[in-house]
């Protein structure tokens, strides 16, 4: 398996997991960086209306990439505008399988998840399983566990 790990994070929590998993199943990352300073309630609404907002120059092809996982933090109950960004940037990502890490703020809706679905989906991948953990759970060390189960679960694949 060649797997990568794209994630965003503003404050390091989503980094924090992204890295501990891409470490256990042997992944590459990729940091989406925005391209501008982050202004952040213009972000949360570019994230409440699904909105893309531009991103520096990084990998978005995936050939020679047989698995893709995006770890992302919630924002305004959805995606970072830059999450949305790169997601739409893919290529080289028909039929291959695709797994999300949510990392947010406290427990809510699938829906992080299903934005991300449906924008992957649109290109062709397969969505295989995702997993989320909140940000005090980052910060205390209990997100190791689930890191754990979710990488057993994409190596098992
Ligand atoms: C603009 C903005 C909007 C957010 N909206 C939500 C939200 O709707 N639900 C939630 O659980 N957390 C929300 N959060 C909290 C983040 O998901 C949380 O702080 C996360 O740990 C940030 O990850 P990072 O440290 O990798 O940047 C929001 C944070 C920001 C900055």
Redesign the pocket.
């Known amino acids: 398996m060649t797997p990568l790990v794209v994630y965003y994070?503003?404050?390091?929590?989503?980094?924090t997991v992204a890295t501990s998993l891409a470490k256990k199943i042997g992944a590459e990352t990729i940091r989406i960086e925005p391209a501008s300073r982050v202004n952040?309630a213009f972000?949360?609404m570019e994230?409440l209306m699904s909105m893309t907002s531009p991103i520096k120059p990084c990998r978005t092809d995936l050939a020679g990439i047989d698995t893709l996982v995006i770890a992302t933090?919630?924002?305004?109950?959805k995606i970072p505008p830059y999450v949305n960004m790169y997601l739409s940037l893919l290529t080289g990502a028909e039929g291959k399988p695709f797994h999300v890490l949510v990392?947010?703020?406290?427990p809510?809706s699938d829906r992080p998840t299903e934005v991300v679905c449906h924008l992957l989906e649109k290109k062709g991948m397969r969505f295989m399983s995702s997993a989320t953990i909140v940000?005090k759970d980052?910060e205390s060390g209990l997100y190791e566990d689930t890191v754990r189960r979710f990488a057993d679960g994409i190596l098992s694949k």
């Open positions: 994070s503003r404050t390091g929590h989503t980094q952040l972000g949360a994230a933090p919630v924002w305004a109950t990392e947010r703020g406290s809510g940000e980052v």
